[in-house]
């Protein structure tokens, strides 16, 4: 009996370390086939208040755009908030090429002092 439990337990746990390598590999190739031409753009502002600290970093973006090429929505995935507000305000305005469909677009800010 116990071996049964024994052996079930282990297939369940090799099941799961299957699935959850399979799932990123299959997100990072549907990601990489959505990329859309960004149409128009501009560099974020640096917050004062980032400079005043000495904040740096990247901000990680997943925006939703639509086939008219605007944003959507958007999701911060990564990055320190201060820096993360400045980047949203930026890239709410970028524009991307149409497209028959709606694509998720990941985005990296880089923030650093001048």
Request: charged share 20%; proline share 7%.
């Amino acid at each position: 009996m116990k071996a049964l439990v024994r052996q079930g337990v282990v297939g369940a746990l090799l099941l799961a370390a299957v699935v959850c390598c399979l799932v990123p590999l299959h997100s990072v190739s549907q990601e990489a086939s959505t990329k859309r031409k960004l149409l128009d753009h501009s560099a974020p502002a640096y917050p004062a208040l980032a400079r005043n600290l000495a904040i740096e970093g990247i901000v990680k973006l997943d925006a939703l755009v639509a086939p008219d090429g605007t944003i959507k929505s958007m999701e911060v995935k990564g990055g320190h908030p201060v820096l993360a507000q400045a980047a949203l305000n930026t890239v709410r305005n970028w524009r991307w090429e149409p497209a028959p469909r709606e694509t998720h677009e990941i985005l990296e800010i880089k923030f650093a002092p001048k």
